[in-house]
């Protein structure tokens, strides 16, 4: 699914203005078009309604819904929010208003009064922001956002909630909780995260009459990823194909202390049907792995104190075992310790194939960041909130409040794919794309699951699905997954290695 980002929208709005359109036209157009949606939705005769509006273009959708509401019969009050129109289109629909001797007050001298129609309101309109906030809600906007969350009545924001970030989903202090939100023309970035999703309430796309060649030389950089979309990503295989067809995959994973990583993550390979699997990994994880999974093959390499493996020892041997490869998974399970970050280095500046880093490679790659830039394949990089932290110096508050923007500025900046997990987690690109997941919830959050992902991941490279979608296409399955393992088993009492079973069935039901 298209979704465009508050500048893209304002691009569309401008390059409209060449094919006849002109911002007042599509001023009356959204404001009707949000009007006529009242209008189903409720039996507006009669009824109170009150619109406060702000002093750009969404105030100015706002005077035209209140005309529209007021030519329908209801009863209609006006507040200014922020004083008096700053744009040449809202200044024009506020005087076809008052030309109709609508009723107009004003924050902050209308207060008592304002608060009296608020009282007895059966709906309130938020036309206060739009598209184009940023920040937090200040001054008279910050008393009309009070007295809308005390309102018994319905809300219904104009293209945003207030208080609400277009692009991210950021949601102010005192931010708008709409019942209805009204969409005009094209849903963006917040339409579809779920924190502006809970903000939006029921939201509603409508037509504004924009030229559909408007919309030409838009490149899209956000999407919604959608199932069909990741189906389509995965070809049919090849009833000709052989074990070579479909890649082959070294996991480098697994520790004494963190064997079951390299199982799953192997699992997760094998399940998204890479072709051949090899497990380089020290003799007793090699041993577990072998003795729970039979399909892989093994790199045994040398171990060191602690149970993972020896850096200096196993180079050598890795070095004669990289040509060949479609991919190479590292991290899973390594244990944060020297040995891994001397593998990860050697592993980014030797590798022939691209490479897929989780967990503990994560971990070392934080301390030595520059490394990335040595390396001559593509990376891509699977980081919770708290890893990504460490990878971008920055604090999960702040990652977590804008996820898709850090996302997307560490990805372009360090030349990678990134998959920052969490709900909803986002897959951002080297060239500045974002992709947002919606399948997944609470039950995956269990050790292990990271480790099956990254496998799926690793997997679909490993095919030649590029690396946008084998990233896009691995975290939308696995959610699917887990969710149907939630369904069947409970998100308390599932376990990640059950969602294979899970996945499977996915596979079954879309023919795969």
């Given at each position: 699914?298209?979704?465009?980002?508050?500048?893209?929208?304002?691009?569309?709005?401008?390059?409209?203005?060449?094919?006849?359109?002109?911002?007042?036209?599509?001023?009356?157009?959204?404001?009707?078009?949000?009007?006529?949606?009242?209008?189903?939705?409720?039996?507006?005769?009669?009824?109170n309604c009150i619109i406060f509006c702000g002093s750009g273009n969404n105030g100015g959708d706002g005077?035209?819904?209140?005309?529209?509401?007021?030519?329908?019969?209801?009863?209609?009050?006006?507040?200014?929010?922020?004083?008096?129109?700053?744009?040449?289109?809202?200044?024009?629909?506020?005087?076809?208003?008052?030309?109709?001797?609508?009723?107009?007050?004003?924050?902050?001298?209308?207060?008592?009064?304002?608060?009296?129609?608020?009282?007895?309101?059966?709906?309130?309109?938020?036309?206060?922001?739009?598209?184009?906030?940023?920040?937090?809600?200040?001054?008279?906007?910050?008393?009309?956002?009070?007295?809308?969350?005390?309102?018994?009545?319905?809300?219904?924001?104009?293209?945003?909630?207030?208080?609400?970030?277009?692009?991210?989903?950021?949601?102010?202090?005192n931010s708008v909780y709409a019942d209805f939100t009204v969409a005009f023309d094209s849903l963006k970035?917040?339409?579809?995260?779920?924190?502006?999703?809970?903000?939006?309430?029921?939201?509603?796309?409508?037509?504004?009459?924009?030229?559909?060649?408007?919309?030409?030389?838009?490149?899209?950089?956000?999407?919604?990823?959608?199932?069909?979309?990741?189906?389509?990503?995965?070809?049919?295989?090849?009833?000709?194909?052989?074990?070579?067809?479909?890649?082959?995959?070294?996991?480098?994973?697994?520790?004494?202390?963190?064997?079951?990583?390299?199982?799953?993550?192997?699992?997760?390979?094998?399940?998204?049907?890479?072709?051949?699997?090899?497990?380089?990994?020290?003799?007793?994880?090699?041993?577990?792995?072998?003795?729970?999974?039979?399909?892989?093959?093994?790199?045994?390499?040398?171990?060191?104190?602690?149970?993972?493996?020896?850096?200096?020892?196993?180079?050598?041997?890795?070095?004669?075992?990289?040509?060949?490869?479609?991919?190479?998974?590292?991290?899973?399970?390594?244990?944060?310790?020297?040995?891994?970050?001397?593998?990860?280095?050697?592993?980014?500046?030797?590798?022939?194939?691209?490479?897929?880093?989780?967990?503990?490679?994560?971990?070392?790659?934080?301390?030595?960041?520059?490394?990335?830039?040595?390396?001559?394949?593509?990376?891509?990089?699977?980081?919770?909130?708290?890893?990504?932290?460490?990878?971008?110096?920055?604090?999960?508050?702040?990652?977590?409040?804008?996820?898709?923007?850090?996302?997307?500025?560490?990805?372009?900046?360090?030349?990678?794919?990134?998959?920052?997990?969490?709900?909803?987690?986002?897959?951002?690109?080297?060239?500045?794309?974002?992709?947002?997941?919606?399948?997944?919830?609470?039950?995956?959050?269990?050790?292990?699951?990271?480790?099956?992902?990254?496998?799926?991941?690793?997997?679909?490279?490993?095919?030649?699905?590029?690396?946008?979608?084998?990233?896009?296409?691995?975290?939308?399955?696995?959610?699917?997954?887990?969710?149907?393992?939630?369904?069947?088993?409970?998100?308390?009492?599932?376990?990640?290695?059950?969602?294979?079973?899970?996945?499977?069935?996915?596979?079954?039901?879309?023919?795969?």
């Amino acid at each position: 699914m298209k979704v465009v980002t508050s500048a893209q929208m304002k691009q569309i709005e401008l390059n409209s203005t060449e094919y006849g359109m002109t911002f007042a036209r599509l001023m009356e157009n959204a404001g009707s078009a949000a009007a006529t949606f009242i209008r189903r939705t409720f039996r507006i005769e009669g009824l109170n309604c009150i619109i406060f509006c702000g002093s750009g273009n969404n105030g100015g959708d706002g005077f035209v819904v209140a005309r529209k509401l007021h030519e329908n019969g209801a009863n209609v009050v006006v507040v200014l929010v922020d004083g008096m129109p700053t744009t040449k289109e809202a200044s024009g629909a506020l005087e076809s208003i008052e030309l109709m001797e609508l009723n107009v007050l004003a924050i902050p001298a209308d207060t008592a009064k304002i608060t009296n129609c608020v009282q007895n309101a059966d709906i309130v309109v938020d036309a206060i922001y739009g598209t184009g906030f940023h920040g937090e809600i200040t001054g008279n906007a910050l008393l009309a956002s009070g007295l809308i969350a005390n309102a018994i009545a319905a809300v219904i924001s104009l293209d945003v909630p207030s208080g609400v970030e277009c692009d991210t989903a950021r949601l102010a202090p005192n931010s708008v909780y709409a019942d209805f939100t009204v969409a005009f023309d094209s849903l963006k970035p917040v339409h579809v995260i779920k924190s502006g999703i809970d903000a939006c309430g029921r939201i509603e796309l409508v037509e504004i009459g924009m030229p559909e060649e408007a919309r030409e030389g838009i490149e899209y950089i956000f999407k919604d990823i959608t199932t069909e979309e990741v189906w389509r990503s995965l070809p049919q295989r090849d009833a000709n194909s052989h074990k070579g067809t479909f890649g082959k995959l070294m996991a480098i994973c697994g520790s004494g202390r963190y064997r079951g990583a390299a199982a799953l993550a192997a699992l997760g390979a094998l399940r998204c049907g890479v072709g051949i699997c090899c497990v380089a990994s020290v003799e007793q994880v090699c041993a577990l792995v072998a003795a729970s999974v039979y399909e892989p093959v093994y790199l045994p390499l040398a171990q060191n104190a602690d149970g993972g493996i020896n850096a200096e020892e196993a180079i050598p041997v890795l070095r004669n075992n990289l040509d060949g490869l479609s991919a190479i998974l590292f991290g899973c399970g390594l244990g944060n310790t020297a040995d891994t970050a001397a593998l990860l280095e050697f592993v980014l500046k030797n590798a022939k194939s691209p490479v897929v880093i989780d967990a503990d490679g994560i971990n070392a790659l934080a301390d030595n960041i520059d490394i990335l830039q040595e390396a001559n394949v593509p990376v891509i990089l699977t980081p919770h909130p708290g890893e990504m932290s460490r990878l971008c110096g920055k604090s999960v508050a702040d990652i977590q409040s804008d996820r898709i923007g850090t996302a997307v500025r560490f990805a372009v900046e360090k030349g990678v794919t990134l998959v920052l997990k969490g709900n909803e987690s986002i897959i951002a690109t080297p060239d500045g794309k974002a992709f947002v997941n919606h399948t997944g919830g609470p039950g995956l959050a269990k050790g292990g699951s990271g480790d099956i992902l990254a496998g799926m991941i690793a997997s679909f490279v490993s095919q030649g699905i590029s690396h946008e979608m084998a990233a896009a296409g691995a975290v939308h399955l696995h959610g699917l997954a887990g969710d149907s393992t939630a369904a069947r088993l409970s998100e308390y009492a599932m376990l990640p290695s059950e969602l294979l079973e899970d996945l499977v069935g996915v596979f079954r039901s879309f023919r795969r």
